[in-house]
């Protein structure tokens, strides 16, 4: 139905960029939202960042003024721009959207198949 490729991601000093994009692809008819979750080793999933199909976003207190979320409607894409890495930013990073697939279809989840980020020192 509704496949999402993540592509970016990997090995970044400490201080460091890296950015990171997700598409959506099949069956949709509208994008309600879209997310990035993440999660540490031994940790529980987070959401990092979100942005609406109006264009709000929201962070997480651990990444605001770092990170920043955006998405290109016409190519069903979302990005995650994250700078001034630290070492507590690792994690498999995930691509999460909130889709509905026909006009008055409840909205379904689907997830990418995460990404490893790894900030060394």
């Known amino acids: 139905q509704v496949q999402l490729v993540e592509s970016g991601g990997g090995l970044v000093q400490a201080g460091g960029s890296l950015g990171r994009s997700c598409a959506a692809s099949?069956?949709?008819?509208?994008?309600?939202?879209m997310n990035w979750y993440r999660q540490a080793a031994g940790k529980q999933r987070e959401l990092v960042a979100g942005i609406t199909s109006s264009g709000s976003t929201g962070y997480a207190d651990s990444v605001k003024g770092r990170f920043t979320i955006s998405r290109d409607d016409a190519k069903n894409t979302v990005y995650l721009q994250m700078s001034n890495l630290r070492r507590e930013d690792t994690a498999v990073y995930y691509c999460?959207?909130?889709?509905?697939?026909?006009?008055?279809?409840?909205?379904?989840?689907?997830w990418g198949q995460g990404t490893q980020v790894t900030v060394s020192s």
């Open positions: 999460n959207a909130i889709v509905r697939l026909k006009s008055r279809s409840l909205p379904n989840n689907y």
């Open positions: 099949g069956s949709i008819f509208r994008i309600d939202a």
